[in-house]
């Protein structure tokens, strides 16, 4: 069975055990997935998902071995660490956007908690499952508030290489608790990434959106809610993050939370990232950032990346114009 890895291994020192260990977890070659080719227009990417069956390829004993999508991380940002991307990029200055949250339009069936020692599981947060280069792995994701009602927020490196192929079977399975899938398991029809990240792989904008199909004839948004998104917001804000870590001493069954004010990245300034304190380990990527101290606030990042293997500080990316029109394109696709 694999160990997994925490969320990034240290970029001032990564030790030949870690190489090593990175290599054991399977490289995500960047193959061609099933589907279209990726589109771009305008600074966003885009993959339309054509496969099939991809919920049902979710067993239990799947998800239960899924790499945490750290592994990912970790290689584009030794990438993008090592490039000069993003040395001399302007900081955004676009005015502040705000989009409310969606309320279910249904009374979702109340969930057994009594596992959860962090967290009660929030209907609109969930794990992600997916595939690339032939491995399987889980991260973290959010249903946000969005036009056609079934889109979901996550890492870019939870749904594209960084750049290389985007991911098959991505599957959504909000309120995840020991393996239950208390509404249902959702599959993608479409991803975005801003092309900076699927072109480049720069950790500036590691976030990417997901469009679901509907489920049971019912859209997302009907049936878990929806959080309400900002972006250009003001830096330094104190925030809320939620995710689903597996690495050790977490198991990955059940949701976990940091809070804290957001600091500058003071080793990769070139990322414009922020942190808050934080020991949540791999898997939790991707995982929700909120304004203020509860999972009803505004989102305005996910969990991208932190330094070390007992990391205490995790980074997210500033949600600006460029990953807005991200957020823009997936929630008004059809």
Avoid at 136 to 159: E, F, I, Q, W
Avoid at 206 to 212: I, S
Wanted: proline share 6%.
């Amino acid at each position: 069975m694999r160990t997994p890895k925490t969320l990034a291994t240290s970029l001032l020192s990564l030790s030949a055990a870690a190489l090593l260990a990175l290599s054991a977890a399977g490289a995500a070659n960047a193959a061609p997935g099933s589907g279209k080719a990726p589109a771009e227009s305008s600074g966003v990417t885009s993959h339309t998902v054509v496969e099939t069956g991809g919920a049902e390829y979710w067993t239990a004993e799947r998800m239960r071995n899924a790499i945490p999508g750290d592994v990912l991380a970790e290689r584009a940002l030794q990438r993008s660490a090592n490039s000069k991307a993003g040395l001399n990029r302007p900081a955004e200055a676009g005015a502040p956007a705000t989009v409310e949250a969606q309320a279910p339009q249904q009374q979702a069936k109340a969930v057994d908690t009594k596992a959860n020692a962090s967290e009660t599981p929030v209907k609109h947060i969930g794990k992600v499952f997916f595939t690339l280069g032939g491995a399987n792995y889980v991260c973290s994701a959010n249903s946000v508030s969005s036009t056609n009602k079934s889109t979901v927020s996550t890492a870019g490196h939870c749904l594209n290489e960084g750049p290389g192929a985007f991911a098959t079977k991505f599957t959504f399975v909000p309120a995840y608790l020991n393996g239950s899938a208390p509404y249902g398991m959702w599959t993608a029809k479409a991803l975005y990434a801003p092309t900076q990240w699927s072109s480049g792989g720069d950790m500036a904008y590691d976030t990417g959106f997901a469009v679901m199909n509907t489920l049971n004839g019912q859209r997302l948004a009907d049936v878990v809610g929806a959080s309400g998104v900002q972006f250009n917001a003001a830096r330094g804000l104190t925030y809320k993050a939620f995710g689903y870590p597996a690495a050790r001493p977490f198991d990955g069954e059940s949701l976990k939370s940091c809070s804290g004010t957001a600091t500058n990245d003071p080793y990769n300034p070139q990322f414009n990232s922020q942190g808050i304190p934080c020991n949540m380990t791999g898997g939790s990527s991707g995982g929700p950032w909120f304004i203020g101290t509860s999972s009803t606030g505004y989102q305005n990042s996910v969990n991208s990346y932190g330094y070390g293997s007992k990391s205490t500080t995790m980074y997210g990316p500033y949600w600006g114009s460029v990953i807005q029109q991200a957020y823009s394109s997936a929630s008004s696709a059809a």
